[in-house]
């Protein structure tokens, strides 16, 4: 078997699942990777090809349509996904002989049982390394969502998102959107303060030339820029000492907003996996009590392990539906992270491009929602705060929930948090007002997500 071809055939079949089972990326990766005997490098090899297979889908697609006199929904899936992994591999991986690239995607039409097809695929690839100096390797999305939408069959729903955007924002914004929603994500680590400081994570990362950006928003955290040079996460120093978290700047920024305090009794009431209520706690000095719910009682579990290595005791877990939940006495604090379409992470999660409906964002909008009418009644009253928060950046999730919120609960009222922006002073506008939308295409560097916060008077 030539070399390269177990992981590639792994690639496969998670893009299988991701394209036509509805499966999340990152989740499959994950569950994937650590159930196989990969080497790390094969490991980091594979997360490579899936997640830039499934990223630049649109424009690999808009490349087999000009060369196949097949209609590309009428191509067979498996041959597909081979196909787009192999146009993938010859425009980004220039370590890899074109040659090598061909050989390996016709063996895996033998082994996925395609031997009729293997010459069609020789013969596709091949015209596409002979005419690829002629073809536009910059298409952007937009263009070809708008070239190949009548290709997909009806019930497909990669363009419910894009046409949203399309509509709601300007020609330019919606341009930029596209063009973000192709980059390569930002990978930033939060310091466990329990362990180590931020300016002690700073100068371990120094001394093992690592490059990187401290955070504006929350100083505890670090953008990664060389992280290709170590391969993967597990080979970044600190890593096994469990001196950081991997988590966002605007994730970690909520619970700054938050501000949860030692004496303090918090509700997290969408925990899983956990990295809010680990920082909570740490914010709280291990001190007051943080009570975690989920539904996912396996992402629980990951909570549950993170919070016994960082020696953390003021989190106790609860494996139920927020929505069923009840205590004795009314919080302090309370923290919604609530689950949304995820659009503000697309550049992280193609997949949700590919797989989001209206129905989906509709769905979502009522259970965020309920959790609101739920968390309204476990604060207390004469000074108690709510957090709301997404990583999205729909409207429909963020800003009308937060005035749907409002005109039905007198009670509370937002609260300014633009002392939280100093750093990032032309955001502070809104958060006058008690909310804070990011938005990726504003060249600020942030993933869209949506902060609001309010206090309950009575």
Not at 32 to 59: H, M, P
Not at 155 to 166: A, R, T, Y
Not at 250 to 259: D, E, F, G
Not at 402 to 418: G, I, K, M, Q, T
């Amino acid at each position: 078997m030539k070399q390269g071809i177990e992981s590639r055939k792994s690639a496969v079949k998670i893009l299988y699942r991701i394209f036509y089972e509805s499966a999340y990326s990152n989740l499959i990766l994950n569950t994937t990777l650590s159930q196989t005997s990969f080497s790390s490098q094969d490991k980091a090899f594979i997360y490579n090809l899936v997640k830039g297979t499934v990223q630049n889908k649109d424009s690999i697609d808009s490349k087999i349509s000009k060369l196949s006199k097949v209609n590309i929904a009428k191509i067979n899936k498996w041959l597909l996904i081979i196909l787009r992994m192999a146009i993938y591999q010859l425009d980004e991986l220039s370590n890899i002989s074109h040659s090598a690239i061909i050989d390996t995607s016709c063996e895996l039409t033998k082994i996925f049982k395609l031997n009729f097809l293997t010459g069609y695929a020789n013969g596709l690839l091949r015209n596409y390394v002979r005419s690829q100096a002629n073809l536009d390797n910059k298409v952007i999305i937009s263009d070809c969502h708008k070239d190949n939408q009548k290709n997909y069959p009806k019930d497909f729903s990669q363009g419910f998102i894009l046409s949203k955007w399309e509509k709601e924002y300007s020609q330019n914004d919606y341009q930029k959107l596209i063009k973000w929603s192709l980059t390569k994500p930002n990978f930033t680590i939060r310091v466990n303060e329990i362990f180590i400081t931020a300016d002690g994570l700073a100068k371990i990362l120094d001394n093992n030339n690592i490059e990187y950006v401290r955070g504006k928003l929350a100083h505890s955290c670090f953008t990664i820029l060389n992280l290709d040079k170590f391969l993967n996460i597990e080979n970044l120093p600190g890593y096994s000492e469990n001196l950081f978290a991997i988590q966002d700047e605007t994730s970690a920024l909520a619970c700054i907003i938050l501000n949860p305090k030692p004496s303090d009794l918090v509700f997290d009431l969408c925990a899983a996996p956990g990295g809010k209520s680990l920082y909570m706690s740490q914010l709280m000095q291990n001190m007051g009590k943080i009570i975690s719910l989920d539904k996912n009682m396996a992402r629980l579990k990951m909570l549950r392990r993170q919070s016994k290595i960082l020696k953390l005791k003021n989190i106790e877990t609860l494996a139920m539906d927020s929505l069923d939940f009840s205590y004795p006495i009314l919080c302090d604090k309370i923290l919604v992270d609530a689950p949304c379409l995820g659009t503000g992470v697309v550049n992280k999660k193609p997949d949700i491009l590919l797989n989001k409906t209206r129905s989906d964002l509709d769905n979502l909008v009522k259970l965020q929602r309920a959790l609101l009418d739920k968390a309204k009644t476990l604060v207390k009253p004469g000074g108690g705060e709510l957090v709301y928060s997404t990583c999205s950046i729909e409207p429909e999730e963020n800003v009308e929930n937060v005035n749907w919120f409002l005109s039905n609960n007198p009670n509370f009222r937002p609260l300014d948090v633009s002392s939280y922006l100093s750093n990032e002073p032309i955001l502070a506008n809104n958060a006058k007002n008690g909310y804070i939308q990011f938005l990726p295409q504003d060249s600020l560097g942030y993933n869209g997500f949506f902060i609001a916060k309010f206090v309950r008077d009575y």
